[in-house]
């Protein structure tokens, strides 16, 4: 059967391709160590997971509004609330996913040839989603130097009369930075003053080691106003199965993403929307739980990371994840690039890492310290003896 081109052009997610090869090994009996997931390695809370059992036995199975329940968007009002944040339940859509989210976000404003500028290194799915709504990304680079932050001046390098939006990933994947407030204030200039959309993707929001998570929208009227807010529970809750993500913005947008997701999706999981009511109204004692272990992990295998030979790496402020450059690793193990490190990591020393190739910046490897401590410290062991073995042959 013939395929489309808009998903033949489509690029396979590369997390999903090596945690898939590293799952083959260890089904064959391979003590694999996977740093490549991108989720918490903790359970749903068990107050969360009762809320679902009730709302099943209480016969909550049927359809919700495609938006979500309005008790559950009352509950994201209620948080962006208290983040500061006053958004109208008819400018808050519920998904089934932040991804959902911004999939239909990128379905209802790009028309054909409009231009995203994405910064690199990016989260995977950004540009393919660009790609299917007819849209172009553009790509700005950043690196260590910078932080992984984009500027003004970056941004002007690259921005066009057809430039219609810009991704903001804060905390970001893959590489954990963290925009200030005096940061984002420039960009917010920047957006406002050339009237460009703002996506703020903050699923990584909670996840904070070092300073604080500010959302740009907070910034001011006329930069909310441009903003569209993409966050949901799967990294802050543990709950990256239950698939409930939101946006909130504009009302006119979020009025067509939903129309979208009625003629699309329907409504998200009505199970899931009243264990998402509990994460945010209930006990929220297990993210300060979760990101205490995390930044615990963080201060044990950052230095560890460090006596790596050649390894050069920003200690992350928040996410789950080690973005080290590896270029100088990779000369010194004797190979041609880290996609050949990451592939004769994993063969060889049972590791599964992902190559930065697959967000655009070939020279670094993500780690993901969604593991517990013991299999982060070994996994670290085997990649400097990876490495120091390959400079003594």
């Known amino acids: 059967m013939q395929l489309s081109e808009r998903v033949q052009k489509l690029t396979p997610s590369s997390t999903l391709a090596i945690t898939a090869k590293a799952n ?3 089904a064959s009996g391979q003590p694999v160590i996977g740093l490549a997931a991108g989720e918490p390695d903790f359970n749903t809370p068990d107050n969360i997971i009762q809320a679902a059992f009730r709302a099943v036995e209480e016969g909550k199975t049927k359809y919700t509004p495609a938006g979500g329940l309005p008790k559950l968007k009352q509950a994201i009002q209620g948080k962006l ?10 400018e808050i859509m519920v998904a089934s996913g932040a991804k959902h989210a911004l999939y239909n976000l990128f379905q209802s404003i790009l028309d054909e040839g409009d231009e995203v500028i994405i910064p690199i290194p990016y989260w995977v799915s950004y540009p393919e989603q660009v790609k299917l709504a007819g849209g172009k990304p553009v790509y700005v680079g950043t690196d260590e130097s910078t932080a992984f932050k984009v500027t003004p001046d970056k941004l002007n390098s690259v921005m066009t009369d057809k430039t219609k939006a810009l991704i903001l990933n804060t905390p970001s994947n893959p590489t954990g930075s963290l925009y200030t407030k005096e940061e984002l204030k420039a960009v917010a200039d920047w957006a406002v003053r050339h009237n460009i959309v703002v996506v703020s993707d903050e699923i990584y929001e909670t996840l904070v080691y070092d300073g604080e998570h500010i959302s740009i929208a907070s910034l001011g009227e006329a930069i909310k106003a ?10 802050s809750h543990s709950m990256t199965g239950w698939r409930i993500g939101y946006a909130a913005g504009d009302r006119q947008l979020i009025k067509a993403m939903t129309d979208l997701s009625s003629h699309s999706t329907s409504n998200p999981t009505t199970p899931s929307q ?8 209930g006990d929220q004692t297990f993210l300060q739980e979760m990101n205490a272990t995390f930044k615990s992990r963080l201060e044990t295998i950052y230095p560890l990371l460090m006596e790596i030979p050649g390894i050069e790496c920003i200690k992350p402020q928040g996410a789950f994840y080690l973005y080290p450059n590896v270029k100088e690793t990779v000369k010194l193990c004797g190979l041609d ?7 004769k990591l994993l063969e060889e020393s049972l ?6 190739s697959s967000f655009g910046s070939p020279d670094n490897i993500r780690m993901s310290y969604a593991t517990d401590l013991d299999s982060m410290t070994e996994a670290i062991s085997r990649i400097k003896k990876f490495v120091t073995d390959r400079m003594e042959k």
């Open 24 to 26: 083959e090994l260890k």
């Open 81 to 90: 609330e208290r983040d500061g944040l006053n958004y109208d339940v008819s």
């Open 226 to 235: 441009l903003t569209v807010i993409i966050n949901g529970v799967s990294k």
């Open 274 to 281: 009243w264990a998402a009511i509990e994460a945010y109204d």
């Open 337 to 343: 690039s880290a996609d050949a490190f990451v592939e």
């Open 351 to 356: 590791v599964a890492v992902v190559p930065g």
